[in-house]
Structure formats: structure tokens, C-alpha cells
């Protein structure tokens, strides 16, 4: 058992220095550096940029709803800067040169001047001053006293609960995470392929199959490449977890999608590329590894596009659960938000399962098609 460790890790280490020695390996490192630190730093640096500022034109000396607007800034999240005019044609001018955000007329024919499909929070709060100021003078004309008119309309506002869970912030973290594991698989799934398809026509398999075991061959060479992309993915990571480190926050759903998918990630990486180098034993030459690996490229091209359409729809649930597509999918519906503990309890043991099954069919694959050459063969002709 040791032996056999001890050659899938050299393997694996070879497949790390020659990833090392890839100008395309430092390429996607720095890229990641870069933006994952961009990404993390720019929201700081530009930072809140305060409460929204309105500008409203009250019409008439009207103290009462002029009050009641001012007592509704905290509603809005806004700074209110109330302007008196005497004219309504004053008021509605101001408002059509865009001088003010709208116009509030109080008395005995209230009203609202706004453009046409704008500002329709602050049409709702002025709405509410108004209504609030007309009741003031009813319960004073009723008789009652300033501290009992006050006492009435002091009772506190219904307080929002909000319960959707699809916000733009969480999809923005499902997006870019999709999109970095969609890329990296794509990448790797391409080189361990035709790095197999290279070893085959120039014979290094069949040098190494006669002291190694098809399986460790196959295995060394998954683990070495899947490091490799790791390191990658960890030039991602780096910035993220410093940022959490000095007690800063991240989007939205992008701290949980990340711990949450980290288990899909890898166990993905190892399905994938199983499949990549086996499939890529089939070929006879370089140029045809990337024709052998292209129904896997359909499926994550398939599995992207619904996770970013349809991540939580009984399609999206559906795949979920398919270990082929689950390592896109479930880290997606954990960014969103709409994923349960069975979903992702069951969700990783098919996955886990699957690996299992590829990697003893892989390795029948691998080792019988390695050393057969001359043509192209199709995996039936392996197999039987």
C-alpha cells in the first residue's frame, strides 16, 4: 500500500512541475490574484455613498405636513430638503425642469406633482404625510388636545420582514462562482486528456505500465493535475480568506456558497478528470483529445446555463442530485439560497458514489486503451 502511494505521488508530482513550468498556469494564477482582490478591496474603497438625497417643493405654509415628511427620512433611507413655494405653478415648473423630485400641495385639495413613472417610493411617503397631516386637523378639530393627537398618530409603523431569499447580491456570488468552477474544470478537463493522449503516441505509458499498475498511473496523474488546479483556485481564495481574517464582510451568499461547494468542487474535480484522462486513452492522436472530452463539455455547458437561469427550479433540484451535474449546480443553489440539508446530504453521497464507480471503470479503460494504437477506439471496443 505504501508502495503504491508513494508512486501515485510521483506522478502526481510530476504532472505538478510540469504545470509549474505552463506560462498558462501563472496566466490563470495571476488573473484569479488579481481579481479576487479587486473584488475585495474595491467595494471597500468605494464604500457607502450615504443616504439618497430629495428635493421636494411644498406649496402653502404647511407646517404639519411639512413635519410629517421630515418624520419619514428614516423610512426612506433619505435626507429631505423641503423648499415652500406660494404658487402650484411654481411647484409643478420646478418639477418639470427637474429642480425637484416632486411637489406636495397641502389644504383643501391636496395633491402630488411628479413626472410620469418616477420616484414612486417618494410619491408613497408624501401620500402618507399628506394623509397624516389631514388627520392631524380632523382629531384637533374633534377636540382633542396636541398631546392626544400626538399620543394617536405616534403608534409605531409595521416593521418589514423580509423573507426573499433570491437577492441581486446573491445571485452576483452564484454567478461568479459558477463561472470560476465552469472555466477551471473546462481547462483541466482539456489538459489531463490530451497530456494522456501525448504519453500514449509517444509510448511513456507503456514504459511505466510494466512497474505500475494502470490504476496508479491513472490516479497519480488526476491528482497531480487537480493540484494544480487547486493552486489556482487558491490564488481565488487567498484574498477572500484575508479579508475574513481581518474582520471584513463579503457579499451576500458568496461566504456560504464557498464553504458550502468546497466538497462538490474537489470531488467534482476528481470525476471530471477521471473521466478526461480514461476518454483521453482512446485517441491516437493530441489533436483528437479535445473531440474525446466534448460530451462532458456539453454537459457542464448545459449545467451552466441552467444554473444561471433556472438554479432553483425543479430542473435545477433535478440536477442537483445527478452527479454529473451536481458540481456545478449545487454550489449555485447554495449562492442562492434555496438548498436543504437532505438535498445536499444525498447530493454528496451520489457524488461519492459515482467517483468510486469512475475511477475502477476508469482504470480498465485507461489501462486497456493506453497501449493499443494505430487508430481511435471507441470505448464499446474496450470495454467487451
Same mark, same amino acid.
Not at 500500500?1 to 502511494?5: A, I, V
Not at 488573473?31 to 488579481?34: A, G, N, R, S
Not at 478528470?273 to 476518454?279: D, E, K, N, V, Y
Given at each position: 500500500?505504501?508502495?503504491?502511494?508513494s508512486?501515485?505521488?510521483l506522478?502526481?508530482?510530476r504532472?505538478?512541475?510540469?504545470?509549474?513550468?505552463?506560462k @498558462?498556469?501563472w496566466?490563470?494564477f495571476g488573473?484569479?490574484?488579481?481579481g479576487?482582490?479587486?473584488?475585495?478591496?474595491?467595494p471597500?474603497?468605494?464604500?457607502?455613498?450615504?443616504a439618497?438625497?430629495?428635493?421636494?417643493?411644498?406649496?402653502?405654509?404647511?407646517?404639519i405636513?411639512?413635519e410629517?415628511l421630515l418624520?419619514?427620512?428614516q423610512?426612506?433611507?433619505?435626507?429631505?430638503?423641503i423648499?415652500t413655494?406660494?404658487q402650484i405653478a411654481?411647484a409643478q415648473?420646478?418639477?418639470?425642469?427637474?429642480?425637484?423630485?416632486i411637489?406636495?400641495?397641502?389644504?383643501d385639495?391636496p395633491?402630488i406633482?411628479?413626472?410620469a413613472?418616477e420616484?414612486?417610493?417618494?410619491?408613497?411617503a408624501?401620500?402618507?404625510a399628506?394623509s397624516?397631516?389631514a388627520?392631524?386637523?380632523r382629531?384637533?378639530?374633534?377636540?382633542?388636545s396636541?398631546?392626544?393627537?400626538?399620543?394617536?398618530?405616534?403608534?409605531?409603523g409595521?416593521?418589514l420582514?423580509e423573507v426573499?431569499q433570491?437577492t441581486? @447580491?446573491?445571485r452576483?456570488a452564484?454567478?461568479v462562482?459558477?463561472l470560476v468552477?465552469?472555466?477551471l474544470?473546462?481547462s483541466?478537463?482539456?489538459q489531463v486528456a490530451t497530456g494522456?493522449?501525448?504519453?500514449?503516441?509517444?509510448?511513456?505509458s507503456?514504459?511505466?505500465?510494466p512497474?505500475v499498475?494502470p490504476?496508479?498511473?491513472?490516479f497519480g496523474?488526476?491528482?497531480?493535475?487537480?493540484?494544480?488546479g487547486l493552486?489556482?483556485?487558491?490564488?481565488?481564495?487567498?484574498p477572500?480568506?484575508?479579508?475574513l481574517g481581518?474582520?471584513?464582510d463579503?457579499p451576500e451568499?458568496?461566504g456560504g456558497?464557498?464553504a458550502g @461547494?468546497?466538497?462538490w468542487f474537489?470531488?467534482?474535480?476528481a470525476l471530471y478528470?477521471?473521466?478526461?484522462?480514461?476518454?483521453g486513452a482512446?485517441?491516437e492522436?493530441?489533436?483528437?483529445?479535445?473531440?474525446a472530452?466534448?460530451?462532458?463539455?456539453?454537459?457542464?455547458?448545459?449545467?451552466?446555463l441552467?444554473?444561471?437561469s433556472?438554479?432553483?427550479?425543479?430542473?435545477?433540484?433535478?440536477?442537483?442530485y445527478?452527479?454529473l451535474?451536481s458540481p456545478l449546480m449545487t454550489?449555485t443553489?447554495v449562492?442562492?439560497g434555496v438548498? @436543504?440539508?437532505v438535498e445536499?446530504?444525498?447530493s454528496?453521497?451520489?457524488?461519492v458514489v459515482?467517483i468510486?464507480?469512475t475511477?475502477?471503470?476508469?482504470s480498465t479503460?485507461?489501462g486497456r486503451?493506453?497501449?493499443?494504437?494505430g487508430?481511435?477506439?471507441k470505448l464499446r471496443?474496450?470495454?467487451?
Open positions: 500500500m505504501s508502495s503504491n502511494r508512486l501515485v505521488w506522478v502526481a508530482s504532472e505538478l512541475r510540469e504545470a509549474a513550468r505552463r @498558462s498556469f496566466a490563470v488573473v484569479l490574484l488579481v479576487s482582490t479587486a473584488a475585495m478591496i474595491v471597500e474603497i468605494i464604500g457607502d455613498e450615504g439618497t438625497r430629495y428635493d421636494i417643493v411644498l406649496v402653502g405654509d404647511a407646517p405636513v411639512e410629517a418624520g419619514l427620512e423610512n426612506l433611507d433619505a435626507e429631505l430638503d423648499t413655494v406660494d411654481t415648473r420646478r418639477v418639470e425642469d427637474d429642480e425637484a423630485d411637489g406636495v400641495v397641502a389644504g385639495d395633491r406633482i411628479v413626472q413613472g420616484n414612486d417610493r417618494l410619491v408613497g408624501a401620500g402618507q399628506l397624516t397631516a388627520l392631524v386637523e382629531l384637533g378639530a374633534a377636540g382633542l396636541e398631546a392626544e393627537v400626538q399620543d394617536v398618530i405616534a403608534a409605531p409595521p416593521r420582514q426573499q433570491e441581486t @447580491s446573491r452576483a452564484s454567478f462562482l459558477s468552477l465552469y472555466i474544470l473546462l483541466l478537463m482539456a494522456t493522449a501525448v504519453e500514449k503516441a509517444n509510448r511513456i507503456e514504459v511505466l505500465l512497474i499498475r490504476g496508479v498511473l491513472l496523474k488526476v491528482l497531480g493535475v487537480g493540484l494544480a493552486g489556482t483556485l487558491a490564488a481565488g481564495f487567498l477572500v480568506v484575508v479579508k481581518l474582520g471584513g463579503l451568499g458568496l456558497a464557498l @461547494s468546497a466538497a474537489v470531488l467534482g474535480l478528470l477521471t473521466l478526461s484522462a480514461a476518454l482512446l485517441v492522436r493530441q489533436e483528437e483529445a479535445g473531440s472530452v466534448t460530451p462532458l463539455t456539453f454537459v457542464l455547458v448545459g449545467t451552466f441552467v444554473a444561471q433556472a438554479a432553483d427550479s425543479p430542473l435545477g433540484t433535478v440536477l442537483s445527478v452527479p451535474t454550489p443553489r449562492a442562492v438548498t @436543504s440539508p445536499l446530504a444525498v454528496l453521497g451520489l457524488l459515482a468510486a464507480l475511477i475502477r471503470f476508469g479503460i485507461y486503451a493506453i497501449v493499443r494504437t487508430r481511435r477506439l471496443e474496450v470495454l467487451t
